[in-house]
């Protein structure tokens, strides 16, 4: 079993990297291997509407010059899908909308490919927004045929500057419960 988590952070081990990883140890505590992927210094273009997928229906991306490709593949390897966004102005990155919306339209082209796979958003945001982009990164799940797996809190931190995150002990609390619930449900699905 594995998760795969993507970090759509412009900086690299920065907060949203914190939280995730906090998720993805707990998953490890359960056996379950994870892999965190940074979008930071990486291209990856928003959607061309060329709709190639959908005439192609080879589960990849026809534009090929960026790293959408390796990010679908590894979403197909993964049990479960997390993804992490900063909160930039009220919603989730550019670099994380251009992820959602080339996996999701690659998914949705070949006869929802991720169906039934688990996934859970996690965000930061200094003060303001949170909501609104967990919101952004649960309809990719949602429209996917995901399962959504929660905390025991909307999965969010507040930081600004680099590990500020860690001083949200709720925050933190939030990500191990999450990786522990993941990590239960995957248990069950596979038993
Ligand atoms: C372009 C930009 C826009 C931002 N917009 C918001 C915002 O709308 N609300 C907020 O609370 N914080 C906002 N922030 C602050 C980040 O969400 C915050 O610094 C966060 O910790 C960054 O996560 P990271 O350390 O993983 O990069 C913004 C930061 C940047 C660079």
């Not at 907060?15 to 707990?26: D, F, G, K, R, V």
């Not at 952004?136 to 045929?145: C, G």
């Amino acid at each position: 079993m594995k998760v795969i988590a993507f970090n759509g952070s412009a900086r690299k081990d920065s907060n949203t990297a914190i939280m995730l990883n906090i998720a993805l140890e707990a998953l490890n505590r359960q056996g379950i291997d994870t892999e965190l992927y940074q979008l930071a210094g990486k291209q990856i273009h928003g959607c061309t509407a060329c709709y190639k997928c959908k005439e192609n229906k080879d589960r990849r991306c026809a534009v090929k010059k960026d790293v959408a490709n390796e990010c679908i593949e590894k979403m197909l390897e993964a049990d479960g899908i997390i993804l992490g966004s900063p909160t930039y102005f009220a919603d989730v990155t550019a670099e994380m909308k251009a992820l959602i919306d080339r996996a999701g339209m690659v998914s949705r082209a070949n006869g929802d490919m991720l169906k039934r796979k688990m996934g859970a958003a996690v965000v930061v945001a200094r003060r303001g927004g949170c909501i609104h982009t967990f919101d952004t990164m649960n309809h990719f799940f949602l429209i996917s045929q995901m399962i959504i797996v929660g905390s025991n809190y909307w999965n969010m931190g507040f930081g600004l500057n680099k590990g500020d995150v860690e001083k949200d002990e709720d925050g933190l609390a939030t990500m191990k419960i999450l990786g522990e619930n993941m990590g239960w449900l995957l248990k069950k699905l596979t038993e």
